[in-house]
T-cell receptor, first 113, second 115 residues
Framework: GNSVTQMEGPVTLSEEAFLTINCTYT??????LFWYVQYPGEGLQLLLK?????DKGSNKGFEATYRKETTSFHLEKGSVQVSDSAVYFC????????????FGDGTTLTVKP | ETGVTQTPRHLVMGMTNKKSLKCEQH?????MYWYKQSAKKPLELMFV???????ENNSVPSRFSPECPNSSHLFLHLHTLQPEDSALYLC??????????????FGPGTRLTVL
């Protein structure tokens, strides 16, 4: 079956530091890959996505590249802000799983001023 | 209203109560989901409805009963819950396509506390 493994947290960084949150996956089909973000007291919202190999998703300064050869989709940001403090979830979906997305366990990021 | 809405946002109930959570999506999607999010645990998929038919039921106890009367509305009926059922319950929707599923859109969640 499908699975997503992401970097364990929590991650604590100073403002303007470089961020990487690792995500690797296993899938039986050809999945689409996603990063979701959950701010305190809210539901998850899509941050970025990539639907095929070598695609790069980007949004709000965050980027992730779909690497089929390493089955990875690492999230990066060059300079984090306090407002980026949230929980980040890596996820995949494909057409072999009755519509179900597979989520990683989430990585909590805290950015200190 | 836009996106996915959930009511109530907060709910406190006793173990013998019966209550319902409501979710409504205004995106024209054809699939809806219930998730449970507990502190320090992974996101748990509970139910999936595609075209108003339940396609996934992840061994959820019978005290949770979903209902999907149409493609825009999803309910979770709660009955004789346990304290360990206290969690954030998230509703989501997505569009099912022949080649797979697009991203999910989540509601803000209902924070449930069972006393």
């Amino acid at each position: 079956g499908n699975s997503v493994t992401q970097m364990e947290g929590p991650v604590t960084l100073s403002e303007e530091a470089f961020l990487t949150i690792n995500c690797t996956y296993t899938a039986t089909g050809y999945p689409s890959l996603f990063w979701y973000v959950q701010y305190p007291g809210e539901g998850l919202q899509l941050l970025l996505k990539a639907t095929k190999a070598d695609d790069k998703g980007s949004n709000k300064g965050f980027e992730a590249t779909y690497r089929k050869e390493t089955t990875s989709f690492h999230l990066e940001k060059g300079s984090v802000q306090v407002s980026d403090s949230a929980v980040y979830f890596c996820a995949l979906s494909d057409n072999t799983n009755a519509g179900k997305s597979t989520f990683g366990d989430g990585t909590t990021l805290t950015v200190k001023p | 209203e836009t996106g996915v809405t959930q009511t109530p946002r907060h709910l406190v109930m006793g173990m013998t109560n019966k209550k319902s959570l409501k979710c409504e999506q205004h995106l024209g999607h054809n699939a809806m989901y219930w998730y449970k999010q507990s502190a320090k645990k992974p996101l748990e998929l509970m139910f999936v409805y595609s075209l108003e038919e339940r396609v996934e039921n992840n061994s959820v106890p019978s005290r949770f009963s979903p209902e999907c009367p149409n493609s825009s509305h999803l309910f979770l009926h709660l009955h004789t819950l346990q304290p360990e059922d206290s969690a954030l319950y998230l509703c989501a929707s997505s569009q099912e396509l022949a080649e797979g599923f697009r991203e999910q859109f989540f509601g803000p969640g209902t924070r449930l506390t069972v006393l």
